[in-house]
């Protein structure tokens, strides 16, 4: 049976949820991380993304907030580095988890290509092997357990 040019098999699905796996969580990566709080100039508390941290904002903050004001300290750079690192622990497994599915599929394409080769080579070098083996069952004298009686006459 022919396969359409514009038919998805099951080895370019796999291949394309690799892929849009991949990308996600690599894109996922690049957006900035905020937290939900403001610094003293009233700005959101910018931390970096998932890739590098900037902590300059929350450092600055935190120093002003303890240098001898009534303010609490803020502890802005500690907030920075857990919103990072909860970034990082659901987006890097799954873009391994992409990468995995991609070099599994890259594998198993470069297997039935070396497959497909090798049967091109030798094809009219050798029986196909279902064919003796079919050949080999269907010859009863080699398979069986009694031995015919060698007296036929009644």
């Known amino acids: ?12 699905l796999i291949t394309l949820i690799g892929i849009a ?11 900035p991380v905020y937290l ?5 100039s009233g700005i959101r508390v910018k931390c ?15 120093e002003r907030s ?3 004001t ?7 750079t500690r907030q920075c580095m857990d919103a990072l690192a909860h970034r990082r622990e659901w987006l890097i497994p799954v873009a391994a988890l992409g990468t995995i599915i991609l070099i599994s599929e890259l594998v198993a394409w470069s297997r039935v290509e070396s497959r497909n080769s090798a049967e091109n080579a030798n094809e009219w070098s050798e029986e196909p092997i279902d064919a003796l083996h079919e050949a080999h069952v269907l010859d ?3 398979h069986s ?5 060698s007296d036929t006459t009644l």
């Open 140 to 142: 009863r004298r080699y």
């Open 70 to 76: 009534a303010q609490p300290a803020t502890g802005y």
């Open 36 to 40: 939900n709080s403001y610094d003293s």
């Open 21 to 31: 796996v991949l990308a996600g969580s690599l894109f996922g990566l690049c957006l």
């Open 1 to 12: 049976m022919e396969e359409s040019s514009r038919t998805i098999t099951r080895g370019w």
């Open 145 to 149: 357990r009694w031995q015919p009686p």
């Open 66 to 68: 303890t240098s001898g």
């Open 48 to 62: 970096g993304n998932g890739y590098y941290a900037d902590l300059l904002q929350a450092t600055v903050d935190d």
